[in-house]
T-cell receptor, first 114, second 113 residues
Framework: GAGVSQSPRYKVAKRGQDVALRCDPI?????LFWYQQALGQGPEFLTY????????KSGLPSDRFFAERPEGSVSTLKIQRTQQEDSAVYLC????????????FGAGTRLSVL | EDKVVQSPLSLVVHEGDTVTLNCSYE??????LLWYKQEKKAPTFLFML????IEKKSGRLSSILDKKELFSILNITATQTGDSAVYLC?????????????FGQGTILTVHP
């Protein structure tokens, strides 16, 4: 596609509910990143995929967070048993190749946990 | 731990003013520094800087990197209300083979008519 597409744009969840956030990267981009952005803060790294391989998940805050990219294209970030502190904007970014390439961001999914 | 600090955190100016946004960093294995503009949507790429002293320019925006003093500035001349946004600075660094970004907190720029 022309840009990185994320869905849904907004998600309201009750505490304890599971959610799934989708990212469709720019076609042909090898690298895919997930970031979490709390209100008034810069984005923070969650996890990285190179094609279908998850090479780094060091930023995932707990084992309730799980991400996958099974065919090396679309990625899903899943949060189980959501808690209020999970409320944030979840941004996805893709880049053509690893290392130095520019990352292009989607508009994000704003998650509110009540 | 890699660290990126932006200043000021917020700035209010009038149309036509010139602004300078600052970004300092402490990281290991620096590769590049990137500037993004974030409105109520996707952060949009502005500049990527890898070499010291070479100014990058796009219209009224320009940016430069100082790798000795570990900082970058983003200049916006003749500001317009459409420049109102959060400006994010990010550094690509670390021992990995891919470009994990460490972001600053952002500078909120408000341009009044």
């Amino acid at each position: 596609g022309a840009g990185v597409s994320q869905s849904p744009r907004y998600k309201v969840a009750k505490r304890g509910q599971d959610v799934a956030l989708r990212c469709d990267p720019i076609s042909g981009h090898v690298s895919l990143f997930w970031y979490q952005q709390a209100l008034g803060q810069g984005p923070e790294f969650l996890t990285y995929f190179q094609n279908e391989a998850q090479l780094d998940k060091s930023g995932l805050p707990s084992d309730r967070f799980f991400a996958e990219r099974p065919e090396g294209s679309v990625s899903t970030l899943k949060i189980q048993r959501t808690q209020q502190e999970d409320s944030a904007v979840y941004l996805c970014a893709s880049s053509l190749v690893p290392a130095i390439a520019i990352q292009y961001f989607g508009a994000g999914t704003r998650l509110s946990v009540l | 731990e890699d660290k990126v600090v932006q200043s000021p955190l917020s700035l209010v100016v009038h149309e036509g003013d010139t602004v300078t946004l600052n970004c300092s960093y402490e990281v290991t294995n620096f590769r590049s520094l990137l500037w993004y503009k974030q409105e109520k949507k996707a952060p949009t790429f502005l500049f990527m800087l890898t070499s010291s002293g070479i100014e990058k320019k796009s219209g009224r925006l320009s940016s430069i990197l100082d790798k000795k003093e570990l900082f970058s500035i983003l200049n916006i001349t003749a500001t317009q209300t459409g420049d109102s946004a959060v400006y994010l600075c990010a550094v690509n660094a670390g021992g990995t083979s891919y470009g994990k970004l460490t972001f600053g907190q952002g500078t909120i720029l408000t341009v009044h008519p």
